[in-house]
């Protein structure tokens, strides 16, 4: 959406680190290494790293020093929530209750505020519970739905609504505008 608004095409496709194993891509510069090793090409490399208990800009020097020592100049942005990246999710009471296939549910979801949500211990422990209250389901059925977050959790980055309630995060905000930069550039 936000390339299309810019005139720019693009297509955006995720690395398959599975035909890696597990060992290949817990630090940056071992996902870019992947990356590099699965002989695909990108014209943009965007590189998701939470802050956890670091400032977003050491994570972004972070991700700029690796794609530099790996991948050298090659365009790069780093996507830095504040703590974890489903905090971003945790804003979008409807989108969540249309992931959890309630999107008439009544239950209260007592979402954290703009303002909270990137200061929540574990956010996406918040964001199961959140959408397994917001399913309304109970027994067997819960136990399904909760096995399948996986799944919820794709859906919601999917359909994040880029000038929704994320927007209100300087988080979001500094990623839309290393996107926009690049788009320019483009």
Known sequence: MVAAERGVQAVVTAPDFGRLGPDHWHAVTDRLRAVISLGDTYDLVIVHRDADRVSPDDRRKEVAEAVTREWLEHPHIAVVPVRAIEAWLLLDESAIRRIA????????????????????????????????????????????????????????LESLDPYGPVSQLPSWQAFLSNLNAVFLRA
């Open 101 to 156: 296939e309630s999107p008439n549910g009544r239950m209260h979801l007592d979402l954290p505020k703009a303002g909270a949500v990137e200061r929540i211990a574990d956010p996406k422990r918040l964001l199961q519970e959140t959408l397994a209250a917001a399913s309304g389901v109970a027994g067997r059925r819960l136990t399904t739905f909760r096995n399948r977050f996986p799944r919820h959790h794709h859906k919601l």
